[in-house]
């Protein structure tokens, strides 16, 4: 009688001809996860053209998902939207890297000292996402929804994590998508973005002067974790008429302190070249052109 052998480590073909279908369904399920996500919500025609997947297939997965709450169906508006379970799961991955929960209680600070909202985003390509927020009680003031997502390059937040990053690799982001231009002063050539970057990078804080939305203004500053590398930024937002000339500079110190204390909080390190934490406000220079 001969023994059966164990097996050890992997099966062998592990994924024959006839399994290669599931693989490509999961890859399709997380593209349309990945597109919902980022248009906040979106039809199956829409879904299906953008993805190249025949609308029969789209609609399965869908379903599939909706079954378990990763998407939800909107039946008033025909569409679909990302559901709890998708939210569950980012929300899994902040808890485990610690950087929101760390962060409210020095954006709670910034918002006090300065009277205005703050924010918290992480990068994600050439875009920011919103991980979290603490409003002010202005009654007139910005918002930012967990998961908006916005360009870097028109951002306080964006505009800070670009400038800790090296000259090439900020030009290949910008490749991918452009410099779309939202408002007349969205800064839309590479020149007048540069040399913005470098005042943001001089000074330790950005000036997001009505670049994405008309009549808001945003000063961020950007989080290093223990890499050295920029893993997030910091900001506050506001009516534009709240950030005159004389008061800019003060915040933009205030906010520079926040995102050290953040920096500091979660075990992160500063580049060589970032100075240490100070009291001193740099002088807001002119607007590029």
Same mark, same amino acid.
Do not use: Y
């Given at each position: 009688m001969t023994s059966q052998k164990r @097996?050890?480590?992997?099966?062998?073909? @592990?994924? =024959?001809?006839?399994?290669?279908?599931?693989? @490509?369904?999961? #890859?399709?399920? /997380?593209? &349309?996860?990945?597109? &919902?996500?980022?248009?906040? =919500?979106a039809t199956l025609t829409d879904l299906s053209l953008s993805l190249g997947v025949p609308t029969a297939t789209t609609h399965r997965i869908l379903t599939t998902l909706q079954k378990h709450s990763f998407v939800a169906f909107d039946e008033e508006r025909q569409d679909w939207v990302i559901g709890i379970e998708a939210y569950r799961t980012g929300v899994s991955f902040m808890n485990r890297t610690g950087l929101s929960t760390v962060s409210r209680p020095v954006m709670?600070? /910034?918002?006090?000292?300065?009277?205005?909202?703050?924010?918290?985003? &992480?990068?994600?390509g050439a875009e920011v996402v919103f991980v979290g927020q603490v409003e002010t009680s202005n009654p007139i003031r910005a918002f930012f929804a967990r998961g908006t997502r916005t360009s870097m390059h028109a951002s306080g937040t964006g505009k800070a994590i670009l400038s800790a990053l090296p000259e090439e690799r900020v030009r290949k982001l910008l490749m991918s998508t452009g410099l779309t231009s939202f408002t007349d002063n969205t800064l839309i050539t590479a020149d007048a973005l540069?040399? #913005?970057?470098? @005042?943001?990078? $001089? =000074?330790?804080?950005?000036?997001? $002067?009505?670049?994405?939305y008309s009549g808001m203004s945003c000063i961020g500053s950007v989080i290093y974790d223990e890499h050295q590398d920029a893993c997030?930024? %910091?900001? &506050?937002?506001?009516?534009s008429t709240?950030?005159?000339? /004389?008061? %800019?500079?003060?915040?933009?110190?205030t906010v520079a302190e926040a995102a050290r204390d953040i920096t500091q909080l979660i075990g992160g390190r500063f580049p060589d070249h970032v100075a240490p934490p100070h009291s001193e406000t740099a002088p807001l220079d002119d607007p590029v052109a």
């Open positions: @097996q050890r480590g992997r099966p062998k073909s @592990q994924f =024959r001809e006839s399994s290669a279908g599931t693989l @490509q369904s999961l #890859d399709r399920a /997380l593209g &349309i996860l990945k597109a &919902i996500s980022k248009s906040e =919500r709670r600070h /910034l918002m006090d000292k300065t009277g205005e909202t703050a924010n918290l985003a &992480i990068p994600d540069f040399a #913005d970057l470098e @005042q943001t990078r $001089r =000074r330790g804080w950005s000036f997001d $002067r009505e670049e994405r997030a930024g %910091v900001s &506050i937002s506001g009516p709240r950030f005159d000339t /004389l008061r %800019v500079p003060e915040l933009g110190a």
